[in-house]
């Protein structure tokens, strides 16, 4: 066997079957079988004597337990397994509740962040700025004057042809 429980298809079961079907462990089948509230029988298998279990005895056990008041919940009759089963979803939609708003806080806080990055730059920017613009006007200042007085040094004071004065 494979480890993944095969019905038979009659309407005995093996110990691992009629725990996969009551949605118990088979612990709990074997001790059933010990307290004698399931019967005991056993088949000859190659592997030697194994224990079976009428598909009807199991039933009839599941539905005691629910009578009884050991599987079910008293007032809704849920299964242990179905109790579980909407712990389970209701714990499922509570994280994903909870993940999605840390996400949100996430993304709000992300986007105040750039936000406030982008303020904080403007503002910097702002109180360099005034000083480099001046900076840029005197040095463009500076520049032109150099070029005028370059423009005036190359400049001949006298023609070239005329060698004497």
Request: charged share 25%; glycine share 8%; no cysteine.
């Amino acid at each position: 066997m494979d480890g993944t429980p095969t019905f038979s298809p009659g309407s005995e079961l093996s110990v691992v079957e009629a725990a996969t079907l009551a949605s118990v462990s088979t612990r709990t089948i074997r001790r059933a079988i010990g307290d004698g509230k399931l019967p005991r029988a056993y088949i000859s298998t190659p592997h030697g004597a194994q224990l079976s279990i009428p598909r009807e005895a199991i039933e009839r056990w599941m539905q005691e337990r629910v009578e009884d008041g050991e599987l079910g919940h008293p007032d809704t009759g849920l299964s242990i397994g179905q109790q579980r089963l909407d712990v389970a979803t209701l714990l499922s939609g509570l994280f994903q509740q909870q993940a999605d708003s840390q996400r949100q806080t996430l993304a709000t806080l992300f986007h105040d962040w750039e936000v406030g990055q982008r303020e904080a730059l403007t503002g910097l920017l702002s109180t360099h700025q005034q000083p480099v613009l001046e900076r840029l006007d005197a040095l463009r200042q500076e520049v032109g004057q150099l070029r005028r007085e370059l423009a005036e040094a190359r400049r001949p004071k006298r023609p070239w042809w005329k060698f004497w004065v």
